[in-house]
């Protein structure tokens, strides 16, 4: 019996994004998958994929000071270590780049380990991430982050099985009103009028806000800027919800209006139609919102998308447009080409290799024609057939490969 291991540490958005390699192991007659994650997202975890066997551990060791936080992490996860040592795993993925992704590899036969692993006390990035961040100023044409995952396994599912089409449930209007970073979402003076708009084009109803705690500030500064109109029928489940309600509440939708979220990505996941807001660092040709049926609000600037760890230059020029009239039209009217300059609305939707976005009205995808070509050469790269019909550039293969590639083992 094919027995699989999963390692991934990273946060709630990011376990969402590992279904499509997840579903590629399940495929496998007999195969039996395990997951390695980090304790706080257990519940989550059983919810959304019911079938796996789960390995929490403690991986963030948030409120400790950098010099004990190791001892810490290895103390508590002594024993789930030795377990997994000794289960005697066909292949292990391990996803995430980090200290204790690479430690926990160390457990593992380093033939059996796809993506980061550890030989000889030496951290090896595997051939497939390695050629995916080889050139990291070319982010902008990346691949999908669900299917950069999924090509870790050699055969990955059709993406578009992964997800169901979105549909809307009946249950009004949802609203996520923050990322982790403020900068990649839209303050509330003007998500005000954005949820307003939404609302009327959609058909009013309810409108749910949504997230932890930490946003009940701006739940209540939200509402002080919403028109009384829409305001009377708001539900503020802001700091409200466990796992399982936010699973049935986002479950039941018409449709969500959030940045780039882990809510967005459970939405995808739940077949829940997601209208998006990408801006500032967010580009949602890496992460956007994964399956038919979503339409995505993207910033398109001469610096976007930037590096979310700089400080912004241009004074937040990507968020204007979201404040304009124009945008709240075609939000309010569902026509796109009302949309002002500087936004590109887009629907999401599938070729071959994976997730890409279409633009819906007359606003131009800049990296259009270059994304097309590097999806080309992925394609090829990762043997996925009846992919593109363009031919081979040489100058893609010349800036990405290089002569080690030739010489060591070719493993993903």
Known sequence: MPRFLVVQLARFGDLIQTKRLILSLQTQPGAEVHLCL??????????????????????HAAGVRPEEALGLVLGQNRQVF?????????????LNFSGLNFALAGLFD??????????????IK????????????????????????????ADPIAPETVNPPASPKGGGVGVVLAGRSLRRSLPPEILAPVVAAAWEGRGRGAITLLGSAAERPLAAKLMRSL?????????????????ASLVREVGGLSTLLTPDTGIMHLA??????????????????????????????????PCTPCLESAPCEHDLACLRPFAEHGFLRALATGEAGHAPPGLLGLASAFDALGAIYKPLGAGQDPFAKKRLEFRDFFAKHLAVDDCFQNAPNPALALAFYQDRDWMTENER
């Not at 380093?110 to 951290?123: A, E, I």
């Open 227 to 243: 028109n009384p109109r829409a305001a009377k029928h708001v539900r503020d489940l802001t700091g409200a919800t466990d796992w």
């Open 110 to 123: 380093p033939d059996t380990v796809h993506g980061y692993r550890t030989r000889n006390g030496q951290r």
């Open 38 to 59: 980090d304790r706080s997202l257990e519940a989550l975890a059983r919810l959304v994929y019911p079938e796996l066997i789960l390995h929490p551990i403690t991986a």
């Open 82 to 94: 030795a377990d997994l040592s000794r289960a005697g795993f066909s292949a292990v993925y391990n």
């Open 268 to 301: 995808a996941h739940l077949g829940t139609p997601v209208t998006a807001f990408f801006l500032s660092s967010a580009w949602c040709f890496e992460t956007g919102p994964y399956g038919l049926g979503h339409t995505v609000w993207q910033a398109v600037q």
């Open 126 to 153: 595997g051939a497939w991430p390695s050629l995916a961040f080889r050139r990291p100023w070319e982010r902008p044409l990346a691949p999908n982050l669900i299917d950069f995952w999924a090509a870790f396994h």
